[in-house]
């Protein structure tokens, strides 16, 4: 069965450190990747995708990962992190042909930036 | 304003009784999801669809049901048969795609959440 793991369930950092989170996943085949954040009381909302091209993406507020095939992984990266920066990040997993566009889900990150 | 809507916010169930949870989506997309949120478990998804009148079991759908009379609209039931009702219940949809031949499905977009509390 496919999975997603996410090795970080919580990591605190001050302002201006560099962030990492790792997301491997298991499975052969061709994937979609995503990285989505939960900041407190809002909606899930997207912060970066992959599909085909460039492993590495670049998304929203100078958030980025890299897609390394060989490794099943797609960590998620920010050169100098923000107090706003504290949510929770999901890493998430299509596997092409899967039908329907299910997205598996690693368990989270809580990320905790302290100003 | 385009999105999606879920209703109501918090919602509060005595036991044995069954429920009914809101979606309703006004971006045109064909998919939709249910998604359950615990603490420390990520998302785990209980039911989809990919059109109307046409759904399929997620991973843990025992104890719930759904329907799709509407491309807009997904509904949520929890039954008196689901063991461990209490959690956040997040709905999702999403476009579909051509791709090199092959259809397959954009990035999801979240509505802003149901929290269950069974007393």
């Known amino acids: 069965a496919q999975s997603v793991s996410q090795h970080n369930h919580h990591v605190i950092l001050s302002e201006a450190a560099s962030l990492e989170l790792g997301c491997n996943y298991s499975?052969?085949?061709?994937?979609?990747l995503f990285w989505y954040v939960q900041y407190p009381g809002q909606h899930l909302q997207l912060l970066l995708k992959?599909?085909?091209?460039?492993?590495l993406v670049k998304g929203i507020k100078g958030f980025e990962a890299e897609f390394i095939k060989s490794k099943f992984s797609f960590n998620l990266r920010k050169p100098s992190v923000q107090w706003s920066d504290t949510a929770e990040y999901f890493c998430a997993v299509n596997a092409d042909g899967n039908q329907g566009g299910k997205l598996i889900f690693g368990q989270g990150t809580e990320l905790s930036v302290k100003p | 304003d385009g999105g999606i809507t879920q209703s109501p916010k918090y919602l509060f169930r005595k036991e044995g009784q069954n429920v009914t949870l809101s979606c309703e989506q006004n971006l045109n997309h064909d998919a939709m999801y249910w998604y359950r949120q615990d603490p420390g478990q990520g998302l785990r998804l209980i039911y989809y669809s990919q059109i109307v009148n046409d759904f399929q079991k997620g991973d843990i759908a025992e104890g719930y049901s759904v329907s799709r009379e509407k491309k807009e609209s997904f509904p949520l039931t929890v039954t008196s048969a689901q063991k461990n009702p209490t959690a956040f219940y997040l709905c999702a949809s999403s476009r579909g795609r051509m791709t090199s031949g092959s259809f397959s499905y954009n990035e999801q977009f979240f509505g802003p959440g149901t929290r269950l509390t069974v007393l």
């Open positions: 992959y599909f085909s091209g460039d492993p």
């Open positions: 499975y052969g085949g061709t994937v979609n």
